[in-house]
Nanobody, 113 residues
Framework: QVQVVESGGGLVQAGGSLRLSCTVS????????MAWYRQAPGKQRELVAR???????NYEDSVRGRFTISRDNAKNTVYLQLNSLKPEDTGGYYC???????WGQGTQVTVSS
C-alpha cells in the first residue's frame, strides 16, 4: 500500500528556517508530480508548492522566494526548505502525490513572533 510520511516540523522564531521531508512508498515516485500543502487552524488546506517529475516548480504567491521545493528520486523523498518564516506560516504541512488520494499525518510548523 501507499505510505506518505512527513517530518521536520517544529517550533521556530520568526525569521528562522526549517527543512521538511516527505518520503513516499508504494508508488513509482519518479513518475509523480509531488506537492506540499499546509493547513492553518480554522482554514482550508492550501497548496504551497509543487514539483514535477522533471523538476519544474510552482509556488503559492506568499511563499515564493522564501520556500524551496526539491526532490531526490533515489530516496523517494520530496523536501520543502522554509526560510524567513513568518507567524502566518504556522500550520500543518502535508505532502501529496499530485491529485492523488494519498496523504500522510503531516508535520506541524509553529512560528512564534
Amino acid at each position: 500500500q501507499v505510505q506518505v510520511v512527513e517530518s521536520g516540523g517544529g517550533l521556530v522564531q520568526a525569521g528562522g528556517s526549517l527543512r521538511l521531508s516527505c518520503t513516499v512508498s508504494g508508488i513509482i515516485f519518479a513518475f509523480n508530480t509531488m506537492a506540499w500543502y499546509r493547513q492553518a487552524p480554522g482554514k482550508q488546506r492550501e497548496l504551497v508548492a509543487r514539483i514535477s517529475e522533471r523538476g519544474a516548480t510552482n509556488y503559492e504567491d506568499s511563499v515564493r522566494g522564501r520556500f524551496t521545493i526539491s526532490r531526490d528520486n533515489a530516496k523517494n523523498t520530496v523536501y520543502l526548505q522554509l526560510n524567513s518564516l513568518k507567524p502566518e506560516d504556522t500550520g500543518g504541512y502535508y505532502c501529496n502525490p499530485w491529485q492523488s488520494q494519498y496523504w500522510g499525518q503531516g508535520t506541524q510548523v509553529t512560528v512564534s513572533s
